[in-house]
């Protein structure tokens, strides 16, 4: 008998991730009144029927899901940081939304890690009700038309190890995103490279 080859189980996205809440309002509080996530879908725990089910829109169709139980108060003691657990939730936030994450959170009295520059990307980090840690980032650069912003990181990341860079930055980016343009988009002129222009 042959054995057949093992082959990928492909992916083509997050589907959903599901995490496990409090009570039913305090994770609707959290995810569409400090996050702005819309509230789109509630049912029971089809494993659970003690526990509810609550579905986020986190801004780009894919669901954020809570199972909530009325016996369950909020505790904001952080969530282990152990080998196979989860480290942080990210979620993306536009450019003129992250200049106001700060604000938004001290008037709430939350705590959190200020702008954190990452070269690609500016991120900020705070702990939701539940001790989980939560990041908000933003992407410092708009990928080419019909490419993902996958795209242009695997491209900046090729330049970044050619030139021995310790990691992406904006100067990567910048060539990266030339790259793929040139690349991907045709011209009629013999010689696309940079000239003076003036």
């Given amino acids: 008998m042959t054995k057949t080859p093992p082959r990928k189980i492909q992916t083509q996205g997050v589907h959903h991730i599901t995490l496990i809440g409090a009570d039913r309002q305090s994770s609707i509080d959290f995810w569409e009144g400090v996050l702005g996530m819309p509230f789109i879908f509630d ?23 809570v199972f909530t139980n009325e016996n369950r108060a909020p505790d904001a003691t952080p969530v282990p940081e152990a080998v196979g657990g989860l480290h942080h939730l990210a979620f993306n936030v536009s450019q003129a939304s992250f200049a106001q994450i700060a604000e938004r959170l001290d008037a709430r009295g939350v705590k ?85 222009g003036y």
Avoid: C, W
């Avoid at 526990?51 to 780009?60: A, K, Q």
């Fill in 43 to 65: 049912q029971p725990n089809l494993d659970d029927p003690n526990e509810g089910h609550l579905y986020f829109d986190p801004g780009d169709g894919r669901l954020i899901t």
């Fill in 112 to 196: 959190h890690s200020g702008p954190v520059d990452r070269g690609f990307m500016d991120s900020l980090y705070f702990r939701d009700p539940l001790g989980l840690r939560i990041e908000l980032a933003s992407y410092r650069f708009a990928p080419p038309e019909g490419m993902r912003h996958a795209d242009v990181l695997l491209e900046a990341h090729k330049i970044r190890v050619a030139h021995g860079d310790h990691h992406i930055d904006r100067a990567h980016l910048a060539d990266a995103i030339e790259n793929l343009v040139t690349r991907s988009q045709a011209s009629l002129s013999q010689d696309r490279s940079a000239k003076h």
